[in-house]
């Protein structure tokens, strides 16, 4: 289990170029591979998990796929936080490992019914910016699309998440970047994104 605290911000997408120039960005070391990210969401029919504020997907990566589920977490001023519970996919829903009991007993309870609502397909690239002794910041640049069935959606996102220190160290960045670059705060997550494009289809 882990508590993701993350910055998120939207920019259009004629701005990448110059956000993978500014300083902050350009002079930070690439923390792993960039590259595709494809997630499918699950969920029942009647959108039990979204209406607990749970989130579950299945990530392709190039080591295998993962299981992630999220809980209900806060989000305001485009900072968020929530627990997170990652395991590696072993051909079938494993909920064994989220150790918050609600969170766990509504996934059981679900998991025969589970079917996928939508697809996120971006490409990340990850840069570390390295405040201090234990204290750093992720920066991740997220190009790509949202889709559900013919429904789809552009993703232009850059999100800072806390990799340890305080999470002011997020502001500060944010605001660096947001004096040069056209930079907006998003309360929005992909997931949510992602629902409300599936709505379209069977809300």
């Known amino acids: 289990m882990a508590l ?12 990448l170029p110059a956000i993978m120039a500014h300083p902050l960005i350009a002079g930070a070391p690439q923390e792993g591979t960039p590259g595709v990210l494809k997630s499918t969401y699950f969920d029942t029919p009647d959108q039990m998990l979204r209406s607990h504020g749970v989130g579950l997907r299945l990530r392709q990566q190039p080591a295998g796929a993962v299981q992630t589920v999220k809980s209900a977490g806060t989000s305001s001023g485009g900072l968020s936080r929530r627990l997170e519970w990652e395991t590696p996919w072993t051909g079938a829903f ?12 509504l996934l059981d ?13 971006f490409h990340r690239e990850t840069r570390r910016i390295q405040i201090g002794p234990g204290a750093a910041v992720l920066v991740m640049i997220d190009t790509g699309h949202i889709e559900a069935g013919e429904e789809t ?3 232009h996102e850059l999100e800072l998440e806390l990799a340890g220190g305080n999470e002011d160290e997020l502001f ?7 004096k040069d670059l056209p930079l907006t705060a998003g309360n929005v997550s992909k997931a949510q ?4 494009l599936a709505c379209k289809r069977f809300c």
């Open 109 to 121: 309870g679900v998991k025969d019914g589970l079917v996928p609502v939508f697809v996120t397909c």
């Open 94 to 105: 494993d909920f064994s490992g989220v150790s918050d009991p609600a969170t766990a007993a």
């Open 4 to 15: 993701e605290i993350e910055l998120k911000l939207i920019f259009p997408a004629e701005a």
């Open 153 to 155: 959606a552009p993703i």
């Open 172 to 178: 500060r960045i944010a605001g660096t970047l947001q």
């Open 193 to 196: 994104r992602g629902y409300r």
